[in-house]
């Protein structure tokens, strides 16, 4: 009922998921980063504290697969979980388990992997490692061409209705965290869109935060 990937930028060290499902609200469950230690994604049939526990392993040092395999084992039921992970290194690794739902597949790539279930066919997440390869600009613009490139690909076997596209760098908050939530029909078309509308104001908000002094208008009634 999911696929996603995770990535890296070799240039900034930006990480950063995007992901879509057939499941309401997808982003608020699946989807777990942590600047300057690595980027998760817990699917399938969801265990949201696989994300926390991942990420706080590879702080103190374990691999990816090391961390992947203790959280796993410490909570029990993995072959119900579908889990990618990429390190600040661009390090990854993935875990399919045997009770995962429909047709379900996930590979490494340079600096990502993408993973998925309940899918039209394992070509879906071929084309996303291909796809986040070989797309330009930045990683929110490569994740989000990962996503076309399965939806081109076939996507999930039924409606996706949820997305959700996150995105870490050098502070401790995410530079970007957008979300739809539930839409009918073309959520990652509606996640592209909200990126579209958010990507010329992404440092206006930084700045707003890191010196208010230097803050830009915002352009809203009574603002001077």
């Known amino acids: 009922m999911t696929f996603s990937i995770v990535g890296r930028c070799p240039d900034t060290g930006m990480l950063g998921t995007a992901i879509s499902s057939s499941s309401i609200a997808v982003g608020a469950r699946c989807p777990w980063l942590r600047a300057g230690v690595g980027a998760v994604s817990t699917q399938n049939i969801t265990l949201p504290a696989l994300g926390p526990q991942i990420l706080a392993l590879l702080e103190a040092g374990s691999d990816p697969s090391t961390a992947l395999r203790q959280a796993l084992d410490s909570n029990g039921y993995g072959q119900y979980r579908q889990v990618t992970v990429i390190d600040s290194h661009g390090v990854s690794a993935y875990f399919t388990g045997s009770e995962a739902l429909g047709l379900n597949h996930a590979k490494a790539g340079e600096q990502c992997v993408a993973a998925g279930n309940l899918l039209a066919s394992t070509e879906v997440i071929e084309a996303m490692v291909a796809a986040f390869e070989g797309a330009d600009g930045g990683l929110p613009d490569r994740l989000l061409a990962a996503m076309h490139a399965a939806m081109a690909a076939g996507g999930e ?27 009918d029909e073309d959520p990652i078309g509606e996640l592209d869109r909200l990126w579209r509308a958010y990507e010329p104001q992404l440092h206006d908000y930084i700045t707003r935060a890191l010196d208010p002094t230097k803050a830009p208008s915002y352009g809203v009634p009574g603002d001077e």
């Not at 870490?168 to 939530?181: E, F, M, T």
Request: hydrophobic letters at 60%; aromatic letters at 8%.
């Open 157 to 183: 076997a039924g409606p996706v209705h949820s997305a959700a596209l996150s995105v870490v760098g050098d502070l401790v908050w995410p530079v970007v965290d957008l979300r739809v939530d539930w839409a």
